[in-house]
């Protein structure tokens, strides 16, 4: 049976041939630009539960606080982020200072 799907898109294979794609689009509302446009995030699935469970896992995480934009942050910038803001207040200033040493070495550097 074929599944349900309200996208379709074509594409070229590695062997030259034309490919129909067809998945489920939804679109959510993320926020508003300066100029008080809305800003609108698509998310994508090969199913309409799974399109939809994508952008509910989305909105979750912005309702917790997260900036619109989350899913592409980088992991350095949000560890660093974290490592100040949640970890050394919560540890001792000596394995802080252990923790310190070996995300620089072992981690960052990489």
Not at 12 to 36: I, P, Q
Not at 54 to 61: M, N, P, T, W
């Amino acid at each position: 049976m074929p599944r349900k799907t309200n996208f379709t898109t074509n594409a070229k294979g590695k062997d030259g041939k034309e490919y129909k794609n067809s998945y489920f689009r939804t679109t959510a509302m993320v926020g508003k630009d300066a100029e008080g446009k809305p800003i609108r995030k698509q998310f994508y699935g090969i199913s309409k539960k799974e399109a939809l469970a994508k952008r509910d896992e989305y909105l979750a995480g912005i309702k917790q606080g997260l900036s619109a934009d989350y899913d592409k942050a980088l992991f350095r910038s949000k560890f660093d982020d974290w490592f100040e803001n949640v970890l050394r207040p919560s540890v001792a200033l000596s394995s802080y200072k252990r923790y310190e040493t070996d995300y620089r070495l072992r981690i960052k550097e990489c």
